[in-house]
């Protein structure tokens, strides 16, 4: 994809000084939508009755809420990036992203959202079985379903058209975007969880919190984009590509049709990570509020700040993974980016295996639940392959979609987490009830673990083999693959 967009002058560290300008839009973006994901599944199941009351939702119907709504979120960018591409540009989709986005937290902050007032209709109308709660609420989680559609693929989108095509520092500036957006995601648990776990304070503190991240986000592109990023994302992506064409239309050249191939084959085996990396918000934050020893000393660590560790992880290791492709690159040995993926699904099995680990400390402990090592140690594992496999493929959409299709294209790689998040809440949902089948519960008290473990054991050890299978499959294609793209990441 090539731009042919002025870019004003000036860099900062060796970057155009608008990748910063997007660097902070995103990151008080992934702010506000990690803190509330940080929020939802806990405020679900909280007791209705307890010190910070909450819906009073069984663990289940919890995890489905999170699948259809983290589903939904990356499932509306597909529309959010054609409405860009072909009519109001990428700018202005970012603003009315944003701003719906911010009116959806609000409306999850308001009274109404948050005590539990039962309006006259619920999803049950719709054949999908939530209980009963307040309007506002799922008012709340629409809006951030559509807010989002228009907000990612379009800010993604203009970090790549902030460099020309071939330009080597674009996957360096895809790593430095995505520390923005895990600078966001680290901080936010600490301010959302703490004050919405607080009874003190409660849910609709948190929630309000992560709107006046939201809104800081819409203020910081209002007032400084036109300085830093001049005319990028004003003028729809198919308009360009007509007037670069000279104004004829033209189909899509057999090597187009071939990159776009490899997006869609690569989709697969990232579903299969983002499936199961998303158990992080549902499924593992339950794991760290049940299963996970939180003491020390007199302290107890808030389940939420556990939400902290993957973007921390990233902020720590991205720079380090940077240098890394870079070094690498210089000497001709930077691998393509099908051999990171594949490697990368190698890590999260690796994160995997220590939960399985984690499984069985509980069996030896009184109180039945594990040291918090083995979590850090799978969020780590879980990172590092994050780091092989996200950002290069965001870099990846943007060297391989044609100009007219650019925000389509996001929006359909971020389809991805539109199929894994809604796969991944089902995953976690069905550790409820993997632990009732007798062939689960058999292999389980073979290798020394309770039959109340058995869904635990089941879904993490189950997980771990399945990214190993698609790993090794991914391998075996990755020449075809990088066939495929015609030499987009250089020879």
Known sequence: ??????????????????????????????????????????????????????????????????????????????????????????????????????????????????????????????????????????????????????????????????????????????????????????LAPLFCSTFGEDPAYGWRVGFLIAGIGMMLSVVIQLAFAQRYIGDIGREPAASRSLKLAGGEKKPLTPEERDRLRVIFVVFIFVVMFWAAFEQAGGLLNLFAEKYTDREVGSFTVPTGWFQSLNPLFIVLLAPFFSMLWSKLGQSGRNPKTPVKMYLGLLQVALGFIFLVIAVFEMQRTADVKSGMLWLVLGYLFHTTGELCISPVGLSMVTKLAPLRLGSLMMGVWFMINFVANTLAGYIGAFSEHMGEYPWMISIATDVGVRAEHAGLLGVFGGLALALIGFSIVLWAISGRIIHWMHGAEGK
């Open 1 to 186: 994809m090539t731009t042919n967009v002025h870019v004003p002058p000036g860099t900062w560290l060796g970057h155009p000084k608008g990748l910063f300008l997007l660097f902070m839009t995103e990151m008080w973006e992934r702010f506000s939508y990690y803190g509330m994901r940080a929020l939802l599944v806990l405020y679900a199941v909280a007791a209705t009755n307890a010190a910070n009351p909450g819906l009073g939702w069984d663990s289940a119907q919890a995890l489905t809420l999170y699948a259809w709504y983290t589903g939904f979120v990356y499932f509306t960018p597909l529309f959010g990036g054609w409405l860009a591409d072909n009519f109001i540009g990428q700018r202005k989709a970012v603003i009315i992203g944003g701003v719906v986005m911010a009116l959806g937290q609000f409306a999850l902050a308001s009274p109404l959202g948050i005590m539990g007032v039962s309006p006259a209709w619920s999803l049950q109308s719709l054949g999908i079985a939530f209980p009963e709660t307040a309007t506002s609420f799922y008012v709340g989680l629409l809006l951030l379903v559509i807010g989002n559609g228009f907000f990612k693929p379009n800010i993604s989108t203009m970090v790549g058209d902030l460099y020309p095509q071939g330009d080597a520092r674009r996957d360096g500036a895809f790593t430095i975007f995505y520390m923005g957006i895990n600078l966001g995601a680290f």
